[in-house]
């Protein structure tokens, strides 16, 4: 019986170390800096953090069945239209923070459990259940804004035209 708990306890101890690697630099005379797993004459121990993995599920199984695409579909078509009312499509303007408050609207209104998502250069910047949402300290130059209506799940029910504005800045060298 002990010679079986031994037995499970050593098995336990190495399957929980993580297997380590060793990672050398070397530099040779002309300064190519080189990487290995095997040490040489003149070579240094690199310590590696650990990595971070993520096993992503196969597309399969996260594909949404027909029925909740249909569910979506369905919510969608009760609005009419959203879109970005300020600032206007092709608007140029100043502001010294960057503050840039972005006022949407659709019609009919939000319904219950719905938000107002606005997105600035492809990425989500803010979630609203009013109609504004303001983005702070937006680097100067032309982006692109859009806006979209997720349910309470966050998926997008409802996507609206995106629009492009300019933003002026004060710099040092201006």
């Given amino acids: 019986m002990n010679l079986r708990l031994g037995l499970f306890a050593g098995i336990l101890i190495f ?3 993580p297997a380590a690697a060793e990672v050398y630099r070397n530099v040779d005379a002309q300064g190519n800096v080189t990487f290995s797993d095997e ?26 069945p027909e029925r909740l695409r249909k569910e979506v579909e369905k919510e969608g078509s009760i609005y009419d239209n959203v879109r970005i009312v300020a600032p206007k499509n ?14 949407v609207t659709s019609a009919p209104g939000l319904k219950e459990g719905h938000r107002y998502e606005v997105t600035l250069d492809g990425q989500p910047v803010g979630q609203t ?14 982006h692109n804004a859009g806006v979209h209506i997720i349910d309470e799940k966050g998926v997008q029910v409802k996507t609206g035209e995106s629009i492009s504005f300019t933003i002026h800045r004060p710099s040092v060298n201006n």
Avoid at 39 to 64: F, H, N
Avoid at 135 to 140: E, P, S, T
């Fill in 90 to 103: 092709d608007e140029a303007f100043h502001s010294g923070s960057g503050d840039v408050a972005f006022r």
């Fill in 15 to 17: 399957t929980a170390t």
């Fill in 129 to 142: 259940t009013s109609n504004t949402v303001t983005v702070r300290n937006v680097f100067r130059g032309t």
């Fill in 39 to 64: 040490p040489s004459d003149g070579s240094e121990e690199v310590r590696v953090k650990p990595v971070t993995t993520i096993t992503l599920p196969k597309p399969a199984d996260v594909r949404e």
